[in-house]
Structure formats: C-alpha cells, structure tokens
C-alpha cells in the first residue's frame, strides 16, 4: 500500500495497515531530531519517521517594499514599520487605517495583487509527490490575524461593534485576494493536490 492510498482509505473512512502520518513541527526541534537520527535533509526525516504526507505551498507574501526616507518598510498589506534601535523587541508602526477610516478609505487602498505571487514552481513541488505521498497544501489564508495588523488588534475588535461597515469591508478585501491566490495556486496544482 502506498502513502497515497493509506491517506485516501483513511479519509474515506476504510481500514488501512496503518494510520497516516504526518509530520510538523518547530524549526529547532526539527533540527535536533535530524541531527539526532543522522540525516541532513528534511525528505530523509520524513522517510525516516514513514510520513505518508506531503505538504506544497508558495511563497504566499509578496515582496515587501524597500525602506523609505524615513526608515520605514511596507507590508504588502499596506502597514509601515521600523526599529528605532537595533534591540527594539516592538517597532514602530503606522498602520494604513484609523479611527477615521471609512469603507471609501478600505475600497481606495493599494491592496495586493494575486496575480503577482510566482505559482510556477507548484506543479513541479507536486509532481516530485504525485502518486507516492498524498499531497496537500494552499496559501495561508490569516485574514482575521492580518485584518487586525492593519488597525491593531484591540481596535479590530472594538470596531467590529463600532464600525463593522469598515471591518467587513477589510475583511472582505482579504478573503477576496485570499480565495484568488488559493484559485491560482490550485489551477497550478493541475489536480495533483
């Protein structure tokens, strides 16, 4: 039985001569565990402890623009923000929103583009798996987490009573952009997700 076909039976709820296996975990304990078994790549540990899984993704974040004048960098997300000094644990931020933003404000922002992430690498990812492992992925999809980065967690919540014309109006460019990079990342899949 394949990986591919253990992951499938499962899922369909049939026996299998085993569970599925996947595998993740923090960078650092990552590390000491290949050290600790012997092995220098990540698809030798995934062999090794018999993952039945295969993750692909893209680089969903799109390049962030180059420090301005001031000092600040940008997110792709339209936040700017910078350390005053090189131990700084919080940088100073400006973010694209405030207490007088209205949807015309969230409607005119310069929001990202999905047709600007590189999905050309994806089908390849996929193929390298496709008919051994099961293969699953997407983009990372954290538009509650990134609404709130934009006009601040607190407010983010206060403003869902206050103003939540202008919260749904943010929200609703996120999960936009979010459902079109996740349409072209599995177009690139060509099925193989």
């Not at 997110?75 to 919080?90: F, H, I, Q």
């Not at 919260?167 to 690139?188: G, N």
Request: charged share 25%.
């Amino acid at each position: 039985m394949t990986s591919r076909e253990r992951v499938l039976l499962a899922i369909d709820h049939k026996p299998t001569d085993r569970a599925p296996a996947d595998y993740e975990a923090h960078q650092e304990v990552t590390d000491r565990l290949m050290r600790k078994i012997g092995v220098t790549e990540m698809e030798e540990l995934l062999n090794y402890l018999h993952v039945d899984m295969r993750c692909t993704g893209i680089l969903h974040n799109q390049a962030d623009n180059a420090v301005d004048a001031e000092g600040y960098t940008r997110t792709m997300w339209g936040a700017r923000s910078r350390k005053n000094n090189p131990g700084d644990s919080r940088p100073d931020c400006i973010l694209p929103f405030n207490e007088e933003t209205t949807i015309d404000d969230v409607l005119q922002h310069p929001w990202p583009d999905a047709n600007k992430i590189d999905y050309s690498k994806v089908k390849d990812e996929c193929r390298k798996y496709y008919g051994t492992y099961a293969i699953y992925g997407s983009p990372w999809c954290p538009f509650f987490h990134e609404a709130g980065s934009l006009i601040g967690q607190e407010n983010f919540f206060v403003w869902m009573h206050t103003k939540p014309d202008v919260v749904h109006a943010i929200i609703d460019k996120f999960v936009d952009y979010e459902v079109e990079v996740t349409r072209l990342f599995l177009q690139a899949a060509d099925g193989m997700i």
